[in-house]
């Protein structure tokens, strides 16, 4: 299906533990290899039977050892010297530790994951924003625990699971120091016992141990301020203290699987921990054989760093962002792709290899490019696709933009044989919806498969603007076609909506058609509905009035000067007044999406258009664009009453001529509105437009991130007034 990101509704991390805990009681087996956490016996009494006399006294003091090795501090303190030795390494041929993972196998299993679905995260907090590093603590506990949480449940669906709808046998918990056992972050933070949480971890889920065993512990990210070494630049190697716990807690789960009934035999000698803090990330894998440990119980911390000097394989990766956007593990960043590799390999330790295959995934890769093409190709783009060369390329390390660019080189037309369809200059293309036929003479081409076209049947009827959905044989459209999907059957949506609750607005715009292409040849296509073979059959178009050219353009062309920018804002803000009117936000307010329309009228004026990513109800969510979107947007990845009208600012302050600045973070671009707005550099730029401008930013600063709604009706009458006369007069207020 059509995957939904923003749209999708989040699923945070309170509902995601209920999603685990909901499940008491029920009994998981692994449908690949009949594995159980449940099945075990629980008593330790009952069990000795199974095992040998000697090696039951061998377990018994592996368990007293670990029962006395609980000390992290005590335990890092002892690996002092050997830490010490090897820094003197770090930087000289490279990091001391080798990375767990290849460049190539990371780039591979981004393929694999380019179909596969992530939840919607809850953001990491920013310090800057947050009122008490307690509350960026506790917040950061939340998401790493959600992060997780989604990752492992898509991993699971899209790798292991068998059938739809199989419950995930992992549950996520945070580790509490005082007793080293688990519980929900919700659970802890309630109790109270946020300082003493030291860890989040994966566990497969077993209900007669609510609070976890060590030996069902797949996985821990370890939530640490600033892993990233300032000491190191080039070879960042974590500092004693971060790697010394990860390395405590990787040889606690070793020993315990080392004497546990669960079968690990897919790699038991090995675990992942995940290195997180509010910025980075980055992944510990440790190896190797607890049976050489002394397991001295007179001296554990000895024996311990004894056996990481001597017999444990370390391999560290390197430290990058993660929490980039929206914090989704799909963007392709490195460092959550880090993250979220460990996490498969831990589950495969139990699991075993998965039923699809990485490889298999990633060919899919070749036909989702095709298809993009493709889509491009209808798209009537100037952006040409050379057949051989439309390469992905990784962008390593923090310098680099955070999304990978998927590099499209060289326009060379594909034809399609046969069944060619061709958008261009000239061609008429049909819908049809339920009890209508429209057709549509293609007049311009413009990017992103949007056009603007003229009706067949309407002697010089109005111009339309005509939008060309993904053709949905695409079942898992690829990141970049979820425009397309936002751009048709979203906005389709919320401009059948608005028909529906009575608004209309001279600048908002209006549902002209809306149905499926009627594609050239016979379309095949059963009788009781769905579609024929043919590529094209079923594609969506969105048909809208009225047309223009976009603010982008004008500002371009130097064409937005003031009067433009103050008439921008009046009916902009008219428009916003309309929709919030019928409970709907706009939610992605850009010079792109906004259009001056001057052909057919006397008194030329702006219409809102894009409304794809509007917020109806609750779960939606707003685009996000680190430009324009409004401090609570990117905070929350909700809107406020204000959130519209102060993304409306900062597209008037940017086009009104200070340059973009170069935002290349969602914590940048915090910052940048923090600054801007703190030293009232938007109010000052807008001043110098327009005193009227000036002070409405004045005013939406001060409702920004507050719950009270904008008074429209008094400013849409001062920016009226602002309007030169002849024209002011036939401005409508709203409505
Ligand atoms: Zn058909």
């Not at 003197?88 to 290849?102: A, I, R």
């Not at 413009?446 to 009827?461: H, K, Q, R, W, Y």
């Not at 327009?690 to 709604?709: E, R």
Request: charged share 20%; with cysteine; aromatic share 10%.
């Amino acid at each position: 299906m059509v995957r939904v990101r923003a749209g999708g509704g989040l699923v945070g991390p309170v509902i995601g533990y209920v999603g685990c805990w909901a499940h008491v009681g029920l009994i998981f087996r692994s449908h690949l290899t009949g594995k159980s956490p449940d099945l075990e016996s629980t008593g330790s009494g009952t069990t000795t039977k199974r095992s040998s006399v000697s090696s039951g006294s061998r377990s018994r003091t592996r368990r007293d050892f670990l029962a006395r090795f609980t000390d992290t501090e005590r335990f890092t303190n002892s690996l002092q010297d050997w830490f010490a030795s090897l820094l003197p390494l770090d930087n000289k041929d490279g990091p001391v530790f080798e990375s767990p993972f290849e460049l190539v196998e990371l780039q591979k299993f981004d393929y694999a994951l380019e179909g596969v679905s992530f939840q919607q995260l809850t953001r990491m907090p920013n310090a800057v924003y947050a009122s008490t590093s307690a509350s960026v603590e506790a917040n950061a506990y939340l998401a790493v625990e959600d992060f997780l949480h989604g990752t492992v449940k898509s991993l699971w669906e899209a790798f292991w699971s068998q059938e739809e709808e199989e419950p995930v046998p992992f549950s996520v918990g945070c580790l509490y120091n005082q007793n080293l056992r688990f519980y929900h972050a919700e659970q802890a933070l309630a109790l109270g016992k946020l300082e003493d949480l030291s860890a989040t971890g994966v566990l497969l889920k077993n209900p007669r141990h609510p609070h976890g065993k060590w030996d069902h512990i797949l996985e821990l990210a370890l939530l640490t301020p600033d892993i990233e070494s300032s000491d190191h630049h080039h070879h960042p190697t974590p500092s004693l203290p971060v790697l010394g716990e990860a390395l405590f807690y990787a040889l606690r789960i070793l020993i315990a699987r080392s004497v546990s009934r669960l079968d690990f035999s897919q790699s038991s000698n090995c675990v992942f921990v995940l290195l997180v803090d509010t910025q980075h990330g980055g992944v510990v894998r440790v190896e190797g054989d607890v049976s050489k440990l002394d397991f001295d119980v007179s001296s554990v911390y000895d024996c311990a760093a004894e056996w990481v000097q001597k017999h444990a394989k370390i391999s560290v990766s390197p430290v990058d962002r993660v929490w980039n956007k929206l914090g989704n593990a799909n963007w392709g960043d490195i460092g959550a792709l880090q993250l979220v590799f460990a996490t498969y390999h831990s589950i495969m330790q139990y699991f075993g290899p998965p039923r699809h295959s990485i490889e298999d995934l990633a060919a899919d890769h070749t036909s989702r490019l095709h298809s993009r093409r493709q889509e491009r190709q209808l798209g009537g783009d100037d952006a040409s696709v050379n057949e051989n060369n439309g390469m992905f390329r990784f962008q390593q390390r923090t310098m680099s933009p955070e999304i990978v660019e998927v590099q499209e080189e060289e326009e060379s037309k594909i034809e399609r044989e046969g069944d060619s369809m061709r958008l261009e200059v000239g061609s008429v293309l049909w819908l049809e919806d339920t009890n209508y036929q429209k057709g549509y003479q293609i007049n311009r081409v413009l990017a992103n498969a949007t056009f603007i076209a003229s009706p067949v049947d309407e002697a010089g009827g109005e111009s339309v603007f005509l939008y060309v959905g993904s053709p949905p044989s695409q079942l898992e459209p690829p990141w970049e076609d979820m425009n397309l999907w936002y751009q048709v059957q979203r906005q389709t949506k919320i401009l059948s909506v608005m028909k529906q609750r009575g608004l209309s607005s001279k600048y908002l715009p209006e549902l002209h058609g809306s149905g499926r292409i009627i594609h050239p040849g016979q379309c095949q296509k059963p009788s009781s509905g769905g579609r024929c073979d043919h590529p094209w059959c079923g594609t969506p178009i969105l048909v809208t009035t009225p047309v223009g050219e976009t603010v982008a353009d004008l500002v371009n062309e130097g064409r937005f000067g003031p009067e433009e920018a103050i008439r921008c804002c009046h009916d902009c803000l008219s428009a916003l007044s309309s929709s919030s009117s019928g409970g709907i936000r706009h939610g992605d307010i850009r010079p792109e999406n906004v259009v001056y329309v001057t052909s057919g009228v006397r008194h030329p004026y702006f219409v809102l258009i894009g409304w794809g990513h509007a917020v109806l109800e609750d779960r939606d969510r707003p685009a996000m664009n680190l430009h324009f979107s409004s401090t609570y947007a990117l905070q929350e990845g909700k809107l406020c009453g204000a959130s519209d009208a102060e993304s409306l600012i900062y597209m008037l302050y940017f086009c009104c001529g200070d340059l973009l600045p170069d935002l290349d973070s969602v914590e940048g671009a915090l910052q940048w509105r923090e600054t801007s707005w703190s030293k009232r550099l938007i109010q000052q730029k807008l001043g110098d437009v327009s005193t009227i401008l000036k002070a409405f930013s004045d005013y939406v600063d001060s409702l920004c991130g507050t719950p009270y709604p904008l008074d429209y009706d008094i400013w849409l009458r001062r920016l009226k007034r602002n309007l030169s006369e002849d024209h002011g007069k036939e401005v409508e207020t709203s409505g």
